[in-house]
C-alpha cells in the first residue's frame, strides 16, 4: 500500500506538471482512499479485488493526458516556459484526486479486511513493518535510477501475491496492461529517471536541450556557444577583476556548463555540487567541453547547503548557478530542492566560505521584480551592504546579484537600489517565491473543495459518519502526527541537505519510532496515558524551543543524534498513547480509519506553514494532542480506574 502511494507521488509527477509542486495532491488523496478503505473492511460488498483494473486504468488515462500547466499568476511563482497540455486544470485535478483516492481505498480495503484478522496492535506492527518494506523498496529504486517499469512490476508481484483469484484473468490482465504503458514510457527515446525527474536529453544539433518532467530546464553547450549567446554566465569574472580563482565553488553544476566557463576564466580548482545525479551524468557524457574530466574538478552529489555547513574550505568565488528545482522535497511538505539555498542563513553561511576579497553571484531568470528584489536585500542583511545588480534584457528580470566582503576588490557599476523588498526567506520561513505571507487564493479553493469532496465520499462510500464519533481521539491525533511528520521532513531537510536520501531516512525513521513505539505497548505496562500527554507536550515544547540553527552549529554526528532525539522523541510517546488507546478499539478499522482520515486533513492544515512558518507547526500538533486529549478524556478514566483495581 504505501509503496504504490509513494509511486503515484513520483509518477504522476513526472506527468502532469501541476503535481510536482503540489504532490501533496496526491497524497492528500491516498489518505482519503485508505482512510474509507478501512471504514468499509466490515462491507458486504468487496472493492479489493478491482484495485489492479483500476490502477492500470488510471495509469493509462494519465499517459494519454499528460498535462503541462501554465503557471502564471502574481501570488506565487515558479520557474520555466509552458504551455498547457491535456485536458484542462479544472477536469484533470479532480479526475486525478478522485482516482488516487480510489485506487488507494481499494487497495486499503485489502488490507483492512486483513487487519481485522489479527488483536489490534498486532495487526498495526504488520502493518508498520509492511511499510518499512515499501519504503525501503521504493528507495532502492530511487538509488538506481529505475524508471516507472521497475515500479510497476513490483507493485504487479505484490498484487500477484496476494490476488483476489474471483477476478484473476481480469487482474493479471489489468496488470499486465500496466506494465506495458509505463513500459512504453520508460523506453522514450532520449529518456531516463533520476531520484528527483524524468529527464529527457533532446539533441538540437548543436547543443542538446534537457527537459525534466517536461519542462524546459537547462542547455549543455560549448563554453563559445554561451558566451555568444549567454553573456551574463561571464559577468561574475568581470566583476571580480584579479581575483585569483584558486578556489572556485558552484552550487548547482547541473550539467557542467558553469564549470566549464570557470575553468576557462583561470580557475585553478573547482568544487561543483549537483543534487541530480543524472544530470551530471549527461554533461559528463554529452557536454562538449567535457568539464567533468579535468582534474582540477571535484564533483559533489548532494545537497549546495549542506556542502556549506560541512566544509571548512574557503573559496575565492562562490556561484549559485541557476539552481532552480523543479519538484519538492516530499510528498507532504511546501518545500522545494532549492529552498534552504535562498534564506538569510544560508547567504551568511556563504559570505563566511569566502575568502579576502572573495565574491559571492547568483544568477537566474528571476520572472518578477519583487523576487529580484528580495534576493537583494537578503544580500544586503547578510554582508552588510548593497548587491551590484546586473540585469540582461528589457524586463530586467535576467539578472546577476553579486557581493563581497571587501567593497573594493568588487568592481560594480550598478549597485543594487534598496527598495520596500519583500522580507528575506528564512530557514523557518523558507518560502522564496511566495511574495508575503498568506495562503495563495487557489491553494484555499482546493483544500475547501477537498474537505467537500472528503465529507462526501466518506458518507457515500463508508457510511455514517458518526461511526467514527467514538474515535475522534485518534481523528485527532492524526491530524497531529502528519503535521509532526512534516515538520521532521523539513528539519532534516534543513540539518542534513534535501536529498532523495535524507528524506527517504527521515520516512523510515518515523516508522521506526512508531514500531519501537508498538513493541513497547506489546510488551510492557506503560505509564498513565496521562503522564505520556505531559511528556508528549514537554517533548513538543523542548521541539519548539530548539531552533533546528542551534543545531547546525554541532558536528554532523552529535548533530544527527541531538536532531533524532528532539524529532522522534513526539512521534515515540505520541504512539505509545495511540497504541494504548488503539489496542482497546472494539473496531480496529473504523478507529484506524478515523485515524488516516485525520492525517489528511491535517495535510492540508500542513499548509498553515505559509503563513506561520514550519517551526509553529508544533503548536499545532499540540493543540491537535491537547485536543485528543479532552476528546479521549473517557478512555484516559476506565484506563486509570483499571490500574486503581489491578493495584
Not at 512490476?153 to 477476478?167: C, E, P
Not at 523506453?187 to 533520476?194: K, R
Not at 530586467?396 to 526567506?425: I, K, M, R
Not at 516508522?511 to 496521562?530: F, G, K, N, S, W
Request: hydrophobic letters at 50%; aromatic letters at 12%; proline letters at 5%.
Amino acid at each position: 500500500m504505501l509503496f504504490v502511494e509513494l509511486a503515484l507521488i513520483r509518477w504522476t509527477g513526472s506527468n502532469v506538471v501541476y503535481l510536482s509542486y503540489f504532490s501533496n495532491f496526491v497524497l492528500l488523496g491516498s489518505f482519503l482512499g485508505i482512510g474509507i478503505g478501512f471504514l468499509r473492511a466490515r462491507s458486504s460488498v468487496s472493492l479489493w479485488p478491482y484495485a489492479p483494473l483500476v490502477l492500470a486504468a488510471f495509469v493509462v488515462f494519465v499517459r494519454a493526458f499528460p498535462v503541462e500547466i501554465d503557471r502564471s499568476g502574481g501570488q506565487l511563482i515558479y520557474f520555466g516556459t509552458f504551455v498547457r497540455t491535456g485536458l484542462p486544470t479544472f477536469v484533470m485535478l479532480p479526475i486525478i484526486f478522485a482516482a488516487v483516492a480510489g485506487v488507494m481505498m481499494m487497495i486499503a480495503e485489502g488490507v483492512a479486511r486483513t487487519f481485522a484478522r489479527f488483536e489490534p496492535l498486532d495487526a498495526y506492527r504488520l502493518d508498520i513493518l509492511g511499510s518499512l518494506a515499501g519504503i525501503a523498496a521504493f528507495s532502492v529504486l530511487a538509488l538506481l535510477h529505475a524508471p516507472p517499469i521497475a515500479w510497476g512490476v513490483i507493485a504487479t508481484i505484490g498484487f500477484l501475491l496476494v490476488i483476489d483469484r474471483s477476478l484473476v484473468w481480469l487482474q493479471v490482465g489489468a496488470l499486465v496492461l500496466m506494465c506495458v504503458a509505463l513500459g512504453k514510457e520508460s523506453v522514450e527515446p532520449d529518456t531516463s529517471w533520476s531520484p528527483y525527474y524524468r529527464v529527457t536529453a533532446i539533441d538540437k544539433g548543436a547543443f542538446y536541450d534537457v527537459h525534466v518532467n517536461g519542462i524546459p530546464h537547462q542547455a549543455i553547450e560549448s563554453t563559445e556557444t554561451r558566451r555568444r549567446v549567454e553573456p551574463i554566465y561571464f559577468l561574475p569574472y568581470e566583476r571580480s577583476p584579479g581575483n585569483p580563482l584558486n578556489e572556485v565553488l558552484i552550487v548547482g553544476a547541473g550539467n557542467g556548463s558553469d564549470v566549464a566557463i570557470a575553468l576557462q576564466e583561470g580557475a585553478k580548482h573547482v568544487d561543483a555540487v549537483e543534487i541530480d545525479p543524472r544530470l551530471y551524468e549527461l554533461g559528463k557524457e554529452l557536454h562538449p567541453d567535457h568539464p567533468y574530466d579535468d582534474p582540477r574538478v571535484s564533483v559533489h552529489i548532494e545537497d549546495g547547503r549542506a556542502f556549506l555547513q560541512r566544509t571548512d574550505k574557503r573559496y575565492d568565488m562562490i556561484l549559485f548557478a541557476l539552481p532552480d528545482s523543479l519538484t519538492l522535497v516530499a510528498g507532504q511538505s511546501s518545500l522545494r530542492l532549492e529552498s534552504y539555498l535562498f534564506t538569510l542563513e544560508a547567504m551568511e553561511e556563504a559570505r563566511d566560505h569566502l575568502s579576502a576579497g572573495g565574491m559571492f553571484g547568483m544568477y537566474n531568470f528571476y520572472r518578477e521584480q519583487w523576487l529580484v528584489d528580495r534576493l537583494a536585500g537578503t544580500l544586503d542583511e547578510a554582508f552588510g551592504h548593497p548587491p551590484c545588480f546586473d540585469a540582461v534584457g528589457a524586463a530586467g528580470h535576467l539578472a546577476l546579484l553579486s557581493a563581497s566582503n571587501d567593497l573594493l576588490s568588487l568592481a560594480c557599476p550598478t549597485p543594487w537600489t534598496a527598495v520596500a523588498a519583500p522580507d528575506p526567506a528564512t530557514d523557518d520561513y523558507p518560502f522564496l517565491y511566495l511574495k508575503e505571507r498568506s495562503i495563495p487564493s487557489f491553494y484555499l479553493v482546493v483544500i475547501g473543495l477537498i474537505l467537500l469532496a472528503s465529507t462526501v465520499l466518506v458518507r457515500v462510500a463508508a457510511g455514517p459518519l458518526r461511526q467514527m464519533a467514538r474515535y475522534l481521539d485518534l481523528f485527532f491525533m492524526g491530524a497531529a502526527f502528519l503535521l509532526l511528520e512534516t515538520k521532521n521532513v523539513v528539519q532534516f531537510a534543513l540539518l542534513f541537505g534535501t536529498t532523495w536520501f535524507v528524506n527517504s531516512l527521515v520516512f523510515a525513521g518515523v516508522l521506526l519510532a512508531v514500531l519501537l513505539a508498538i513493541e513497547v505497548a506489546r510488551r510492557i505496562r506503560t505509564p498513565d496515558p496521562r503522564a505520556l500527554y505531559g511528556a508528549l507536550g514537554v517533548a513538543l515544547v523542548v521541539g519548539f524551543v530548539v531552533p533546528p540553527s542551534a543545531l547546525l552549529e554541532l558536528g554532523a554526528a552529535p548533530r544527527f543524534v541531538v536532531g533524532a532525539t528532539i524529532a522522534f522523541a513526539p512521534i515515540f510517546l505520541a504512539n505509545l498513547i495511540f497504541a494504548e488507546r488503539f489496542k482497546a478499539a472494539a473496531s480496529s478499522t473504523v478507529a484506524f480509519g478515523a485515524n488516516l482520515l485525520g492525517a489528511m486533513v491535517g495535510g492540508l492544515l500542513e499548509y498553515g506553514a505559509l503563513l506561520v512558518g514550519y517551526r509553529a507547526l508544533l503548536i499545532g500538533a499540540g493543540l491537535l494532542y491537547a485536543a485528543a486529549f479532552v476528546t479521549g478524556r473517557s478512555h484516559l478514566t476506565r484506563r486509570s480506574a483499571g490500574a486503581a483495581v489491578l493495584g
